[in-house]
């Protein structure tokens, strides 16, 4: 029994230690001064750009772009994998870029107000805003 109760408390102290290296890690990503792994990243450079872009377009507060910042991430990290991995396939890379920018959308929508979201849907090329019309009905 007593033996049940320390692998059962150890497995925790690890787990809860797993956990708080991942904020950690996390943290420290948003602030690439602090993360010299990052400043090499172009990638982490472009996102930053991005996000800050978004933030004077769209008017985000600072939760939203804390929020948004690793999302741009990750998107910009999956374009480069897609266009390199499908760079011979050009139908392949279209259907997995727009899969990409669904998955995008959807967490965007989650982060953003509906106006905010409406606004980035409409500035991007070659998308259409959610509904239809053109407003004026």
Not at 62 to 69: T, V
Request: with cysteine; glycine share 8%; charged share 20%.
């Amino acid at each position: 029994m007593l033996k049940a109760i320390f692998t059962s408390l150890t497995l925790l102290f690890a787990l809860s230690s797993f956990s708080a290296h991942a904020q950690m890690a996390d943290r420290l990503s948003e602030h690439p001064t602090f993360n010299s792994g990052a400043k090499h990243k172009k990638g982490g450079d472009d996102a930053v750009a991005m996000t800050r872009e978004m933030t004077n377009r769209l008017h985000l507060n600072e939760g939203q772009f804390l929020n948004l910042l690793p999302l741009n991430r990750t998107k910009l990290v999956g374009l480069k994998s897609i266009n390199r991995e499908y760079r011979n396939d050009g139908a392949t890379r279209a259907a997995k870029i727009a899969e990409l920018e669904a998955q995008y959308e959807q967490e965007c929508s989650r982060i953003l107000t509906p106006s905010q979201l409406s606004q980035l849907q409409s500035e991007q090329p070659g998308s259409t805003p959610t509904g239809s019309g053109n407003g004026l009905g």
